[in-house]
């Protein structure tokens, strides 16, 4: 199984690329947020609960999240692997996701980063958010915090992955293809150096 934990802040392109990467190598994409977007639509008591905190662009609580991760996780037990897309945000996430995996004899295999400077984010979800729609992508403020939050509260995630060697950054920035062949490259390398073990 490849567990791939792809990261990077808001549109860096992690959607799109995780389209890529489940056509080519048959991932399971697991994004919390399309669950979490999914669950506030819903129109439920935790459904507007969470439609409250993504609105005003803050995280929804650890405990609430690794829930609905490990529920996906077990559902899908066959999948070639996952693509895990804005989970872990912090480092006691990638902790559990650690341990949530070691109990079913799974690992995180890599944890890749798209890299992109904050100007360009800001432009590109922006221009996401006249396509899509969506409120959360159409206000700057917002657009700021979540910035923000993901340089102060998420960043430390790449030091836990660095730690155990499973670390690469991506440069996000060029073509689609030009970004997925830097994808593919990492998981390759990865893969290759599994066999050869």
């Known amino acids: 199984m490849f567990n791939l934990v792809i990261f990077g802040p808001p549109g860096s392109g992690k959607g799109t690329q995780s389209e890529y990467i ?4 048959g991932l399971k994409h697991l994004s919390t947020g399309d669950l979490l977007r999914a669950e506030k639509n819903s129109g439920s ?3 507007n609960r969470i439609k409250e905190l993504i609105d005003r662009g803050e995280l929804v609580s650890d405990e609430l999240v690794e829930e609905m991760v490990k529920n996906n996780v077990m559902r899908n037990r066959e999948a070639a692997g996952f693509i895990f897309d804005g ?3 912090t480092t006691a996430q990638a902790a559990w996701l650690d341990n949530m995996l070691a109990s079913i004899g799974e690992s995180v295999t890599l944890m890749l980063t798209l890299d992109v400077a904050d100007d360009e984010l800001r432009t590109r979800i922006l221009e996401r958010g006249k396509m899509s729609g969506r409120a959360d992508d159409q206000n700057v403020d917002i657009i700021n915090n979540r910035i923000s939050v993901y340089h102060k509260q998420t960043q430390p995630v790449i ?4 730690e155990q060697g499973k670390y690469v950054s991506v440069n996000g920035v060029g073509s689609l293809d030009d970004v997925f062949c830097r994808i593919c490259h990492a998981m390759d390398s990865v893969n290759q150096e599994a066999e050869l073990v």
């Open 22 to 25: 489940i056509e080519k190598y």
């Open 87 to 89: 989970f872990p945000r």
């Open 159 to 162: 030091d836990f992955y660095a």
């Open 45 to 47: 008591e935790l459904g």
